[in-house]
Nanobody, 127 residues
Framework: QVQLVESGGGLVKPGGSLRLSCVAS????????MGWFRQVPGKEREFVSAISASGANTYYAGSVKGRFTISRDNAKNTVYLQMNSLQPEDSAVYYC????????????????????WGQGTQVTVSS
């Protein structure tokens, strides 16, 4: 059974930083691309970032590019999202997800591309 467990969320002031972690179990982590999405109440879940299985390729939504960095440590079965220069509009529940394929496709920004999801971690940016 595949499990994804996020951590690292919390309350931070505008301009601050947080690092989210997502630990995976139940499948060969290093075989699969991973993604981060976020959702605020009343809105659809939106793509934040994705990373290929090896970590060599990364992708970002325009709203976070230059501020967020995705990375992974395949030896620790963990994917990270370093978030800098946080703004109130970044407040959301952040979810990590594991791709259904063993390669990253052109659909990496779509929810349907991902097979397994974590429970989410809340990020609140407020003064």
């Amino acid at each position: 059974q595949v499990q994804l467990v996020e951590s690292g969320g919390g309350l931070v002031k505008p301009g601050g930083s947080l690092r989210l972690s997502c630990v995976a179990s139940g499948r060969t982590f290093s075989n699969y691309p991973m993604g981060w999405f976020r959702q605020v109440p009343g809105k659809e879940r939106e793509f934040v970032s994705a990373i290929s299985a090896s970590g060599a390729n990364t992708y970002y939504a325009g709203s976070v590019k230059g501020r967020f960095t995705i990375s992974r440590d395949n030896a620790k079965n963990t994917v990270y999202l370093q978030m800098n220069s946080l703004q109130p509009e970044d407040s959301a529940v952040y979810y990590c997800a594991s791709d259904q394929r063993t390669y990253i496709s052109a659909r990496y920004s779509r929810e349907g591309e991902y097979e397994y999801w974590g429970q989410g971690t809340q990020v609140t940016v407020s003064s």
